[in-house]
């Protein structure tokens, strides 16, 4: 049977969003636990009342440069969990933004202020019906269009929840992932994708990423769910960017 250890954490919150640590609790818990690297990537500005305004990149920037001088065996990277706020894919981070970051997060949060007030009726619709009844044809083509479009734009480096408020064709966008170089995470937070669906991205050549996306430092590391998938599914070393000490070639780095 193959080990999968998995050995960076890329999606984590801090108290710059509405996580309950500092930069320094998460980097200190990443190094405990022995990861190579660990992702700050706390909201997008859309999310309300939380989200990072970009007014306060430099700020974080800073912090995590000054924990860095700190602690050498752990690389901590500066990203930010962008908001998926349209159907044309339309997110809540611009291009001058993406250039500040070490690593582009983006994901659909259903409070999140939509680009455009007529995908209050599409998107946002589509999100709040999510548990009440399964997804229409018309609204899967809707998410799917979002999402796809998104990963062409923009240059996304992992799709946080997918599948979580959004139900999509989970085919076209693992192929749009597969094509541009996003990889698919699996959440243990939300428990996305769900089983259900696994097959259909496997059958493309998208790759997963495993985050724990924790809000509070006990949770960093925490991917039984994730871990389960795996093993169930047998998803091969090769199909997961963040285990055995590979450090995963970031879109949004690469085209810098
Ligand atoms: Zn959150
Ligand atoms: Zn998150």
Same mark, same amino acid.
């Given at each position: ?25 998460? !980097? ?9 690297? @660990? !992702? ?38 500066? $990203? ?8 044309? $894919?339309? @997110? ?6 993406? !250039? ?10 259903? /409070? ?9 009726? %599409? ?16 609204? @899967?083509?809707?998410? /799917? ?14 799709? /946080? ?45 998208? /790759?997963?990423?495993?985050? %724990? ?26 199909? @997961? ?16």
């Amino acid at each position: 049977m193959q080990k999968i250890e998995i050995t960076s954490d890329f999606h984590t919150h801090t108290r710059y969003s509405h996580g309950k640590g500092s930069v320094l609790d998460n !980097a200190m818990q990443a190094q405990k636990l022995g990861f190579d690297c @660990i !992702a700050i990537t706390d909201h997008g500005v859309n999310h309300p009342l939380v989200g990072v305004s970009r007014t306060r990149f430099d700020e974080i920037r800073a912090d995590i440069a000054n924990v860095q001088s700190s602690i050498d065996d752990c690389k901590i990277l500066f $990203g930010i969990e962008g908001n998926v706020i349209g159907e044309d $894919g339309e @997110i809540d981070l611009t291009d001058e933004d993406v !250039a500040r970051l070490d690593i582009v997060l983006a994901g659909f949060h259903l /409070t999140a202020k939509p680009a455009k007030f007529r995908y209050y009726g %599409s998107l946002v619709f589509n999100g709040l019906t999510h548990y009440i009844a399964p997804a229409s044809s018309r609204q @899967i083509a809707t998410n /799917t269009r979002a999402y796809v479009n998104a990963v062409k734009k923009h240059p996304i480096d992992v799709l /946080t929840h997918l599948g979580f408020r959004l139900d999509v064709d989970y085919k076209e966008v693992a192929k749009a992932c597969a094509d541009y170089g996003t990889f698919i995470e699996l959440s243990s937070r939300h428990k996305t994708p769900s089983d259900k669906v696994i097959e259909d991205i496997l059958s493309t050549g998208a /790759t997963f990423i495993v985050n %724990s996306d924790a809000h509070k430092v006990e949770n960093i590391g925490k991917w039984e769910y994730a871990m389960s998938l795996i093993d169930k599914f047998d998803i091969p070393e090769a199909r @997961i960017a963040n285990c055995n000490h590979k450090i995963p070639q970031f879109r949004s780095r690469y085209q810098r």
